[in-house]
């Protein structure tokens, strides 16, 4: 798709690998930073599924990018069944053409895309400001909200601290692999652990995993139980594989780890319903996170079996 429309300004182009470079261009004025190199390139490569470049660039009379917003595609397991799926993930608006409909009107061509595309079903976590917006203007269907739980380490976090010198950061980066070394498995993520509850969830094959690497997020090996994290200004806990009855020493040790890494906080993002939700629920506050909302493109598909964990947003 390529419009052109005088009368407003501006013309769309559907992305691909030609204008994928604008993607940084539009990153850069809106968050005041240059992505990593070949960021949205690999964000964006999503051939394992059959289906890439689900999004749409919107272009000023000059050309110059103004507006985004894109989609990545993926796979929802619903028992045997597997179904290709998508999560919203960027949207992007340059700061001086705002308030002007270019979030809806790239949304809703990117809806038509997905079905043109057999996507049947989409999947978001907008933060508090969309929320409204995407239920009431998009048609955005709500299941649940998911839960946050944020664990004191007692550590002084020495990440702010050292990030701010490339130097330190480098040494300290190297500092934690070296602690992180003895916990590391050579995989590249984790199955879902919804489905050993009964759920549906995003579907975690190899192939998946080699896409995420992206990401630079690790699998770790803590007693008899394997996660998936990501370490950063936090230790974010992707998902967890681990028995019920060995969850707390479990986190006592992480807890530790944790600390050794100079991270003050470990945080976990989950569904409610799920196994980890009572666990983590049952130690710690629950505090309320990301809601869940879906686009059912092809009608009939039970999303209210759908339970999510941090491992599924893009981001990590």
């Keep these: 798709m390529n419009t052109d429309d005088p009368i407003k300004g501006y013309h769309i182009k559907r992305l691909s690998v030609n204008n994928l470079h604008d993607l940084e261009k539009l990153h850069t004025v809106v968050y005041g930073a240059i992505p990593p190199a070949n ?11 059959g289906v890439e470049y689900i999004g ?31 999560q919203s993930a960027d949207t992007m608006t340059h700061p001086q053409f705002r308030f002007k409909g270019l979030f809806v009107e790239l949304s809703n061509i990117t809806f038509q895309l997905c079905r043109d595309n057999d996507i049947q079903l989409l999947f978001g976590f907008p933060n508090q400001n969309s929320l409204p917006g995407a239920i009431n203007k998009l048609g955005w269907h709500m299941t649940d909200r998911m839960d946050c739980f944020i664990i004191q380490t007692g550590a002084f976090s020495w990440y702010r601290l050292f990030n701010k010198l490339l130097l330190l950061k480098s040494l300290y980066a190297d500092y934690q692999q070296r602690i992180l070394k003895k ?28 896409y995420k690497c992206y990401t630079h997020s690790q699998v770790i090996k803590i007693g008899n139980a394997t996660l998936w ?15 019920a009855h060995n969850f707390e ?24 319903g799920t196994t980890l939700h009572t666990l983590f629920s049952n130690r710690f506050t629950a505090i309320p996170s990301f809601h869940a909302l879906f686009q059912d493109f092809e009608g009939g598909v039970p999303i209210n079996k759908i339970k999510f964990t941090s491992a599924d947003i893009d981001t990590f």
């Design 39 to 49: 960021f949205y390139f690999m964000k964006y490569n999503t051939a394992y599924t």
């Design 56 to 86: 749409f660039i919107a272009y000023n009379n000059e050309d110059l990018p103004i507006g985004y917003y894109g989609v990545i595609p993926c796979f929802i397991k619903f028992d045997d069944r597997i179904v290709l799926a998508a």
């Design 183 to 210: 916990h590391l498995k050579l995989q590249h993520g984790i199955a879902n652990s919804a489905f050993n509850d009964g759920y549906a969830g995003v579907y975690r094959d190899q192939h998946y995993f080699n």
């Design 229 to 243: 994290v990501k370490i950063g200004r936090e230790f974010l806990i992707g998902d967890i594989l681990v028995n």
């Design 249 to 272: 020493n479990v986190m006592n040790k992480l807890k530790k780890l944790a600390r050794k890494l100079g991270i003050s906080e470990l945080h976990f993002h989950t569904s409610p």
